[in-house]
């Protein structure tokens, strides 16, 4: 059992933060598994009848993007069907298998309660959640907004979702389609704000008694959708699934883009940064920032061009933004 424990910056072909195999099913509470990175699994990889049970945990910012067969960015199930109440998974990048969020493989059902997906990124389908070979994950209280280029791809079994907030809809019991109105999505803040269409519209069944950080479920007139329960004022006084300041290297805007990307960073401090271009082969395409710059927002076009003012073709790319020895990486891809 792994309580308020911290798994992050690691690295492997699979399970770039954890990998459980052969009926290894862990429990972890408050634990944070961010920025790790793996061809399979970025954040978790659970094989065959491995079922960890993940409470009030966040896995973002993991990726799984530079090999073509990058999937599962967040988390990757394989005959295993893990357990996720009051998670928020955001942020998580896949390559071309697909699943930003979470991707489940062969018979795999995992359940989801009360949990929050969001900007997660996949190049191919299911930015927030990939489903294949006859797996079904049941997600209830859920919200699945803001990530790209869908929220759910599941061409065979359907996923049994009620009482959830789905970009575009879903069939089942409940399910809206509204913006939930994250106080800052783009700041890894996934509480929800005042108005939210995600407050008093979840379901009471099998519900947790607190949200993510601890306050008590339901508040209000009933119970929320998402990791968070909405207090007008904090009662747990608490914030223990955000994201310390840092640097950050944001959204690719357009993306795909054509002829030209506006690519966001965010600076808490005056620091020297490298921000590069490469292909999917590891080569570098473009050094488009170098030096140091002062903190706050930034934004760095990339007109499609490499080091020698060719353009380049279509295809994905690599940004990659490196600071203080530390780098992270984020996929454009270039449609003509
Ligand atoms: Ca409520
Ligand atoms: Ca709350």
New binding site residues.
């Given amino acids: 059992m792994l309580v308020d424990c911290r798994i992050n910056d690691n690295s492997a072909t699979e399970g770039g933060g954890i990998y459980c195999s052969f009926s290894s099913s862990p429990t972890l509470l408050r634990c944070q598994i961010l920025d790790n990175d793996a061809q399979t699994g970025g954040g978790m990889y659970c094989y065959s009848d491995s079922s960890p049970v993940l409470t009030a945990c966040n896995v973002s910012d993991n990726t799984a993007i530079e090999w073509q067969s990058g999937e599962g960015a967040g988390l990757y199930c394989m005959r295993s069907s893990p357990a996720l109440t009051n998670c928020i998974v955001a942020g998580n990048q896949a390559g071309f298998a697909g699943g930003g969020g979470m991707s489940c493989v062969m018979a795999s059902s995992p359940t989801l309660i009360n949990c929050s997906l969001s900007t997660n990124s996949s190049v191919a389908e299911g930015g927030g959640l990939r489903c294949s070979g006859s797996s079904s994950p049941t997600l209830m209280n859920c919200i699945l907004w803001g990530d790209e280029p869908d929220e759910v791809f599941a061409p065979g079994l359907l996923p049994s979702v009620n009482y959830s907030d789905i970009k575009g809809g879903y069939p089942g019991i409940g399910n809206i389609s509204a913006d939930p109105l994250f106080r800052n999505p783009a700041r890894s803040d996934f509480h929800l704000t005042g108005g939210s269409p995600c ?2 519209t ?1 379901s009471s069944e099998g519900v947790p008694a607190t949200d993510f950080e601890g306050d008590p ?8 959708m998402g990791a968070d ?2 207090t007008e004022v904090s009662i747990s006084g608490a914030a223990p699934l955000m994201r310390p300041a840092v640097h950050k290297l944001g959204a690719v805007c357009p993306n795909p883009f054509n002829p030209s990307a506006m690519i966001a960073l965010e600076l808490s401090q005056p620091a020297r940064i490298r921000l590069a271009i490469y292909d999917f082969a590891g080569a570098q395409v473009r050094t488009l920032e170098e030096g140091v710059r002062e903190s706050g927002s930034h934004g760095v076009r990339w007109d499609g061009k490499n080091d020698v003012g060719g353009v380049v073709a279509s295809g994905a790319y690599v940004i990659r933004l490196e600071v203080d020895g530390v780098s992270q990486t984020r996929v454009a891809l270039l449609l003509k």
């Fill in positions: 407050i008093d979840g479920r339901p508040w209000g007139h009933g119970y929320d329960e909405y």
